[in-house]
Each structure stands twice: as C-alpha cells, then as structure tokens.
Nanobody, 115 residues
C-alpha cells in the first residue's frame, strides 16, 4: 500500500521561510517524478515545483527564485524550501508522486503566511 506524507507546514510571517518535506512508503521517491502543488481557498490546485527522475527541476513562475525543490535523506524525501513567503503563498501544499503512469497524492500540509 502506498502512502505519501507531507510535513513542515505552519504559520509564518511575511518574509519568512518554511521547509516542507514529502516522504512515501510503498514506492521509491528516487524512481519517481515528484511534484509539489498547492491549493488556496476558493482556487484550483496548481503546480509549484517538479523534481524529475533525471534530476531536472521545474518551477511555476510564482515560485521561481524563491522556492527550491530537492531530494534529500538519501532520496527518501523530496523537500520544498520556501523563502520570502508572502500572503499569496497561503494554501494547502500537496505532494504528488508519479512512479509510472499513475500517481499518488498526500493529504496536504497547510501553510499560512500572516502577520
């Protein structure tokens, strides 16, 4: 059985930083494309960043230059370092793991950027 788990969300002031982490059981993150997505209240889920199997990365325009996606812990996690956060970054952040033709979502971790 596959489980994808996100952690690291919370409340942060504007200009602050958070580091989100995605871990999985039942599948290998090393052999998967892993993405971070987010969904703000009243909005559709949107891509934030992708980490491909070949170690390439892709960022949404809103994340470019502020967020960094990386594999860590010997490939057991895919993390999203978020800097210079602003209220527009407030959302539930989801990890999506794609080992093949079908992918798996986590339950999400909330990020609230507020003073």
């Amino acid at each position: 059985q596959v489980h994808v788990v996100e952690s690291g969300g919370g409340l942060v002031q504007p200009g602050g930083s958070l580091r989100l982490s995605c871990a999985a059981s039942g599948i290998s993150l090393d052999d998967s494309t892993v993405g971070w997505y987010r969904q703000a209240p009243g909005k559709e889920r949107e891509l934030v960043a992708l980490y491909f199997r070949n170690n390439r990365t892709l960022y949404a325009d809103s994340a470019e230059g502020r967020f960094t996606i990386s594999r860590n812990n010997a490939g057991r996690t895919v993390d999203l370092q978020m800097n210079s956060l602003n209220p527009d970054d407030t959302a539930v952040y989801y990890c999506y793991v794609l080992p093949g033709q079908s992918g798996f979502w986590g339950q999400g971790t909330p990020v609230n950027v507020s003073s």
